[in-house]
């Protein structure tokens, strides 16, 4: 009898299972088809680096993990020499050669804990395709050698760098990166070679160069041509200006060459293709971002037509680098970054910092003054990459005069700052150097007590947990010329930073004002620079709190909900119909509701209550505004400045003969598409150039501009000067079919 009760029991209770899982089926059945994204700290948000902290690697400089990869000590023939031969730690090593350093030992530190440790969720790698492996025996006055170490001249884009590694230890990189959380960012150089003689001479076979290879570039090891071999003034792989001699001039800046580098004629459709699909093959290698060298030193138009094939393919993150040397943005590198689809380094964050911090010629205002005036400026402020230092200059600690206090400081206020922070490595171990090469010394310690090492292991993982670092609104607190105290809000989460610069004077700070909930809260950094608690009273005034010499501290509340809907980021934020973008913030809910781009919906691929993946609905070209709306009815603040191309891209050399102008005035590109601004003169592109012998000269204008392929575009030049009076030259419109590649096209102003 109990035998059958039990039977019973256990028949009933698989009925009872079946049923439940029969009702979950068809609720699974009846709910929309949405796949559920992962959060946005997740490794596999390689659109948005919001939440993320860059480690930037010269990847020769940082560990040696397979010794039997090192590059040459030897050879029959001296300019093949390249590496030193010493030791890893000797300090003879000679810092234009390579000295050993690989993928291995960069995947070691991984699965050692050293990067895990830090926190750091992102690593920048120096290039990684195939250099030139000569050295120049014959530099100035004889004395001095350089090999390609740093990975800046590209030989093969479709080949690794042999002393880096393999393809096969690539991929265990990226392997071991991404399931320890990390992604990979590599730097990309499209806008040359390596370095050539001669920039108007043919090529000399039987000559003696230097630099062998003249600048060749290799198609996985199938040479398609060098800057001054016999074909060359046909088919123009390179353009064959002069070196640069005024940076500040753009057109000088693009179209001349970098210090003899063999510069790139990105214009030619060979080029062109040649690195649409070189990035291609390293992104399908697992590359999670794309660091854009000299994007200063190539046409702007190209760019974007080179960063719209790259987001159609897989919207990774993308920044470049456009150097300049002041603390508040240049116009120019502002619209590069508002308007070519990628965000770009923030040199205004490094200049300020480097000068208040380091070597005192500024001061805690000076740094207010540029959060607020990058704050007005870029339509992402978040998504600019900050940093303290780089290969290309001084390290921080070195400006700093050694004084370790102050790199201390510099990283909590880069840390808890708007902007995706990238740290140099050994910056964590107050690593010295002024410049090429000083700065790219080998990795000195692997420390894990230094407070620079805590600062940032305390740090990056806040800005995963606390959404108010990574979208967070600014607000200064309270500053003098030592002190700077200032709060980050994002919904109801806040982190509050407080720094004082001065070592040997502390401050009374008396009536702070902040957004954080009433209680006490204790130092993020757990002390590490004497910081102690803050209470904060029911009225958001903290009546007292003395901050200490040399004091850093951070508080913060992170709220486990949020009401509403808050969008932090939209990335990228340009792109074509039907192109993926991802949607990060707050508040999102985790059933699936609505995404438009304007007044137009799009469709739903991925939702979590913190991150949406949406495609892009079949708008015309134009600028919108982005808003959520949650499946319980709620929607959020427009999110705006998201930019609609008119299709898929190419870039195409509009030229004017016989344009003169009286001074002051320009002339501009405009048309009826929305990438020639349709119609507008205020969106007219230009001005155009007017001074390449080797392209035009006035009056000869020209400009290389992004449009939609396979497209009727009818077109008009125009004056303008200052105050923006226009003149439109006469004629019926100008008409241009565009195809599938890089095209130009040349008419007399009428």
């Known amino acids: 009898m109990i035998s059958k009760i039990r039977s019973k029991v256990a028949s009933l209770r698989w009925l009872t299972l079946l049923a439940i899982v029969l009702s979950l089926l068809i609720g699974i059945l009846t709910q929309p088809l949405v796949t559920h994204a992962s959060t946005d700290i997740s490794v596999d948000n390689i659109s948005s680096f919001a939440t993320d902290t860059i480690y930037q690697i010269v990847t020769d400089r ?59 969720t992102a690593i920048w790698i120096a290039p990684p395709m195939e250099n030139i492996d000569y050295i120049n025996p014959a530099g100035p006055g004889g004395i001095w050698t350089a090999s390609s170490y740093h990975g800046y001249w590209a030989k093969d884009f479709f080949r690794p760098n042999p002393y880096f590694g393999t393809v096969a230890d690539f991929q265990t990189l990226v392997a ?47 040479l398609l041509g060098r800057m001054h071999d016999s074909v060359e003034a046909t088919r123009k792989y390179f353009n064959h200006e002069p070196a640069i001699i005024n ?19 990105l214009m030619n459709n060979t080029i062109d293709s040649y690195m649409k699909d070189a990035i291609k093959f390293w992104l399908n290698l697992g590359v999670d971002g794309i660091r854009v060298d000299a994007v200063k030193h190539m046409p702007l138009g190209w760019q974007k037509n080179w960063v719209s094939s790259i987001y159609q393919t897989k919207p990774v993150f993308i920044f470049g680098e456009w150097y300049d040397g002041g603390s508040t943005p240049d116009a120019k590198m502002v619209q590069f970054a508002n308007e070519s689809g990628m965000s770009v380094l923030d040199f205004s964050f490094a200049n300020v910092t480097r000068r208040a911090l380091g070597n005192l010629t500024a001061n805690m205002q000076d740094i207010h003054n540029t959060i607020v005036s990058t704050g007005a400026a870029y339509k992402q402020v978040n998504n600019q990459v900050t940093f303290l230092c780089n290969h290309d200059m001084a390290r921080f600690t070195t400006v700093a005069n050694g004084h370790q206090p102050s790199t201390d400081a510099a990283l909590v206020l880069q840390m808890t700052q708007r902007g995706v922070p990238a740290i140099y490595y050994g910056t964590e171990q107050y690593m010295l150097g002024d410049g090429d090469p000083a700065s790219r010394g080998n990795m000195v310690s692997f420390d894990t007590n230094t407070n620079a090492y805590k600062i940032i292991a305390a740090l990056a993982p806040l ?70 608690p803050i209470t904060v009273p029911s009225n958001g005034t903290v009546p007292q709190y003395f901050l200490g010499a040399g004091v850093s501290a951070v508080w913060e509340f992170t709220s486990t909900t949020q009401a509403n809907p808050i969008i932090g980021s939209v990335d990228p934020l340009l792109g074509i119909a039907n192109n993926n973008v991802t949607i990060t913030g707050r ?21 979590s209550d913190n991150r949406i993946t ?49 001074f002051g005035q320009n002339i501009y590109l405009v ?70 590649t890089t095209g130009e096209v040349t008419g007399n102003w009428q």
């Open 614 to 662: 949406v495609r892009v609905p079949n708008v015309a070209a134009g600028t919108y505004n982005v808003s959520i709306t949650t499946s319980g009815g709620v929607t959020s603040p427009s999110y705006p400045g998201f930019t609609v191309l008119t299709g898929p891209q190419t870039a195409v050399r509009f030229m004017v003969n016989n344009a003169t102008t009286v």
């Open 463 to 532: 800005r995963k947990s606390n959404p108010a670092l990574a979208y967070g609104t600014y607000t200064e607190r309270w500053i003098n010329n030592d002190v700077y105290i200032y709060e980050r809000q994002f919904g109801d989460s806040v982190v509050l930073t407080a720094i004082n610069r001065n070592t040997s004077q502390g401050y009374n700070i008396t009536n702070l004002l902040t957004n954080l909930p009433a209680g006490t809260y204790n130092d993020v950094l757990a002390g590490v620079r004497g910081g102690s």
């Open 62 to 120: 940082f560990w040696d993990g397979n010794p039997a990869n090192n590059a040459r000590t030897s050879h029959s023939d001296p300019r093949r020499v390249i590496g030193d031969g010493n030791p890893w730690g000797s300090p003879n090593r000679n810092d234009r050669l390579y000295h050993g350093g690989d993928w291995a030992g960069i995947t070691q530190k991984i699965n050692d804990g050293y990067l895990t440790g830090l926190g750091i």
């Open 671 to 740: 048309g009826n598409v929305a990438e020639l601004g349709s119609w507008d003169p205020n969106k007219a592109v230009g001005p155009m150039f007017n001074n390449t012998p080797s392209i035009g000269s006035y009056p000869t204008w020209f400009v290389d501009a992004s449009v939609p392929v396979n497209t009727r575009i009818e077109y008009k030049f125009i004056k303008k000067d200052g105050a923006g009076n226009v003149v439109w030259e006469g004629g019926n419109n100008r008409v241009f079919n565009t195809g599938q």
């Open 176 to 222: 071991t990166a991404h399931a320890n959380g990390i992604k990979i960012v590599i730097d990309f150089v499209p806008n040359h070679t390596s370095a050539t003689d001669t920039f108007d001479l043919p090529y000399n076979a039987s000559a003696q160069y230097n630099w062998p290879e003249d600048g060749g570039i290799y198609r996985d090891g199938v």
């Open 247 to 265: 940076w500040e001039n753009l057109e000088e800046s693009i179209y001349r060459s970098m210090s003899g580098l063999a510069d790139l004629n």
């Open 587 to 607: 508040g999102f809910g985790s059933s699936a509701g609505s995404v438009r781009f304007g007044t137009t919906t799009g469709t739903v691929v991925g939702w």
